[in-house]
């Protein structure tokens, strides 16, 4: 049986889940996998402020890298600190030494794997991610291992769980964004700063790796268009629920030849759609291959024990792989390849609620804009406001319209004397 040492870095919520499934299920992992996996250090930043001390023995912790980065028994370094430093110096670290890293980290890995990977390869060492995307849903390792036949033309998911909590509790108990988000930051799903959430790029970081792995190309964080859900409102999920929809917070990406787009926003989605049930903090992630079809991968996306699941499985992957560990299908560099067209001017439907001075002509003004901007309506609502008789709420759900088409449409109704505001514009898929 081969003996592998394995370093923790980060002994919080995701290092100390490791600890727990290495140490607890280590009889079974090595009698299935034939693999004596062994922890050999923790490193903490302090003593005194380690909640999670008590459970390892202390003749397992140091505050200091070096003693990990240089002690030969240790093979594969696990990353749970967190952030972008000093995680990525210890990374760097760690595989210029030749040894492989696991990480959980997905804001480090998406700001700096171009050079991770190049130092991998220079040292041979093995670079693992799996619980970087949808904590426990081993959707990556599907993606490389298990996909390989196809041309992966779409990936669609719900990867945030704080946020996915917000918007089903806005949809079935109708509170507003501040309650919904007071109420995720009291049961500890949201962090007491919670923008790298609810602004998206929580959910950005996880869809360059995910995107990047489907589509065979780096697709960099910064290519990616980012909407958080702070501006959703009550009456935004009362008018998605009149015309039979849910909003979710989605990452998109979708490829056709080489023109490959990528986005996260708020999303409307038929209530028949699979990811439209996906409820509270779960994840979900509905990819389409050209010869598979439709699948759909569905679980804890974060949480102490999934996530340490998604960690130890990248472990027992690496020792398998030792020697002969895989690297990226792509050309890992920082820039995107000039063979992507990046599409800015995606295609989408959209869902356009306005707030209108109700009087003859007001629809025909409207529907002029729209038409002037080769936008088809799909769906109409009007309903009068609660307020007074004098001005009406419109919804429009468009069919599949140009983004650019649509912003100039917006501009061009904003302007209308007959329009009071435009309240909101939520993109739809099917
Ligand atoms: P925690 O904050 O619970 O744990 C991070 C730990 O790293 C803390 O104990 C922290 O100590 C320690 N740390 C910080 N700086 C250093 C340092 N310089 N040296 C040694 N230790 C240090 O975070 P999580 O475990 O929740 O998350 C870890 C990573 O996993 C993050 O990248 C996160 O995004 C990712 N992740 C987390 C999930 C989850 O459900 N929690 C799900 C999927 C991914 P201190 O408290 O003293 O700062
Ligand atoms: N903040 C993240 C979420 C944690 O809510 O999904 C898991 O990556």
């Known amino acids: 049986m081969q003996k592998f040492d394995v370093s923790i870095l980060g002994f919080g919520t995701v290092g100390a889940g490791v600890y727990k499934i290495l140490t607890g299920n280590h009889d079974d992992i090595a009698h299935r996998e034939d693999l004596d996996l062994r922890i050999r250090k923790i490193l903490v930043r302090d003593f005194e402020h380690e909640p999670n001390l008590g459970l390892a023995d202390m003749s397992y912790f140091t505050t200091d890298f070096s003693e990990i980065v240089s002690d030969p028994d240790t093979r594969i370094i696990v990353e749970c ?6 995680a990525r110096t210890y990374i760097l670290k760690a595989l210029d030494a030749g040894k492989t890293v696991v990480t959980s980290n997905k804001e480090v890995i998406s700001k700096h794997w171009p050079e991770f990977e190049a130092a991998a390869k220079n040292t041979g060492a093995g670079l ?13 390792k599907t993606i490389i291992d298990s996909m390989q036949a196809n041309n992966i033309e779409r990936i669609m998911g719900i990867i945030n769980g704080t946020t996915n909590y917000i918007l089903t509790n806005m949809a079935e108990s109708g509170v507003s964004f501040s309650e919904a988000l007071s109420q995720a930051q009291k049961l500890g799903y949201a962090e007491a700063n919670p923008t790298a959430d609810i602004e998206g790029f929580d959910a950005t ?8 792995m489907s589509f065979h190309a780096h697709m960099p964080v910064d290519v990616i268009y ?15 629920k009149k015309l039979g929809y849910e909003i979710k917070l989605l990452a998109i990406g979708k490829k056709n030849g080489n023109n490959i787009e990528v986005r996260v926003h708020p999303t ?26 439709d699948i759909m991968l569905y679980g804890q996306g974060a949480g102490q024990m999934p996530t340490a699941s998604a960690v130890v499985s990248d472990v027992i992957y690496a020792c398998h792989s030792d020697g002969h560990h895989k690297y990226m299908t792509f050309r890992n560099e920082e820039k995107m390849t000039d063979e992507v067209n990046l599409v800015e001017n995606f295609r989408c439907r959209y869902c356009i609620r306005v707030n209108v001075v109700d009087e003859p002509g007001t629809m025909a003004a409207i529907s002029e804009v729209f038409a002037k901007h080769n936008v088809s309506l799909k769906d109409v609502l009007q ?17 599949e319209a140009n983004e650019f088409d649509i912003r100039s449409a917006l501009s061009d109704i904003g302007k209308l004397t007959c329009v009071h505001a435009i309240e909101s514009m939520i993109r739809a898929e099917a």
């Open 81 to 86: 600190i967190g952030g972008v430093e000093p």
């Open 383 to 399: 309903l009068g406001a609660p307020d007074n008789g004098v001005s009406s709420r419109i919804t429009f759900m468009t069919h």
């Open 205 to 212: 970081y996880k869809l360059s790796i995910l995107s990047s």
């Open 128 to 140: 693992y991610m799996e619980a970087t995307v949808g904590g426990g849903i081993p959707i990556l």
């Open 226 to 240: 980012r909407e958080g859900i702070t501006r959703l409102s009550s009456e935004d999920f009362d008018f998605a």
């Open 268 to 293: 409307m989605l038929p209530k028949t759609h699979p990811l439209a049930a996906v409820r509270g903090v779960f994840n979900a992630i509905f990819v389409t291959g050209h010869a598979v079809g």
